[in-house]
């Protein structure tokens, strides 16, 4: 069995129950082999590895390397660009760090991880914020994981702290109003996001206005409104579509389009998720 979860600047694959490649190597792109279970046997530059559940090993662009994997056995790939691994330093400049050729991850967490990964990539339909979101989301897990790398620290207590927390489930609570945002920028963000939510909305573009680095910017809107933007324009089209579903006779199909969904079964499935019923069974009652 392979999976494959892919987005700009990274591949995350999953491969079970028995797999062999040959001699190759990536011109640009390091790959980490994570062993789920089982033993996998790697080839790396003449030099020959066996891995357990956890036990990583790093290819760095250029190295020749192959695997095999036997039949009772399954692991997870992640093949990044050079560029996406570079540590950031003050005044926006960033180094490439060199990784330590092993390397030791949860394997409990890993695969945990690329099921919400690869779930979120089918349920958003390749949406661009959701695409960059789900990559930013793996690229901070490799940079606070791996040894030699550069370490984003995650603030949980002012996540938790987070004057604008909402949860998705159930009922939330009514969209912050961006004049009430001490942040001068994140307030910008914001009034842009409200008056944009229907459209394909960009990270970076975003990041920008909130004069944030991506990674950065996501970090600050999670400590904010403890959501990721793309969770808060989901939660935008969906308080619209509710309120559309309680007041207007629109088919299910133009709401979806007018809300800048990319298809009707996405619609179908953000809403049920978030809301617990089809929008035909909201609009009934």
């Not at 001068?184 to 960009?202: F, G, I, K, N, S």
């Amino acid at each position: 069995m392979r999976m494959t979860v892919i987005t700009p600047q990274v591949e995350l694959w999953r491969i079970e129950n028995g797999f062999a490649n040959t001699p190759h190597r990536h011109e640009h792109q390091y790959q980490i082999t994570i062993p789920l279970y089982g033993v996998c046997s790697l080839s790396q530059e003449r030099a020959a590895f066996r891995l357990r559940q956890g036990e990583a090993l790093v290819q760095h662009p250029q190295e020749e390397h192959c695997l095999e994997l036997p039949a009772d056995g399954g692991l997870i790939i992640f093949q990044v660009h050079r560029e996406a691994l570079r540590a950031e330093e003050p005044g926006g400049h960033s180094q490439e760090t060199e990784l330590a050729l092993r390397q030791t991850f949860d394997a409990v967490e890993v695969r945990r991880l690329f099921q919400t990964w690869a779930s979120t990539l089918l349920l958003s339909d390749a949406d661009t914020l959701a695409v960059q979101e789900t990559e930013a989301q793996m690229l901070r897990y490799l940079q606070r994981s791996l040894r030699g790398s550069h370490a984003v620290r995650e603030d949980a207590d002012a996540v938790e702290s987070a004057p604008w927390k909402q949860r998705l489930a159930g009922r939330p609570a009514a969209a912050p109003i961006a004049g009430k945002i001490a942040d001068p920028q994140m307030a910008l963000v914001l009034e842009y996001m409200h008056a944009h939510y229907t459209a394909q909305m960009d990270t970076d573009s975003l990041a920008a206005l909130a004069c944030r680095s991506r990674y950065h910017f996501i970090r600050s809107f999670k400590v904010l409104l403890g959501m990721s933007p793309y969770q808060y324009v989901l939660f935008l089209r969906m308080e619209e579509a509710k309120r559309r579903l309680r007041t207007g006779n629109a088919s299910v199909t133009r709401i979806s389009f007018d809300l800048g969904f990319a298809s009707t079964s996405q619609f179908y499935r953000q809403f049920a998720k978030r809301v617990g019923a089809t929008p035909e069974q909201y609009r009934q009652g």
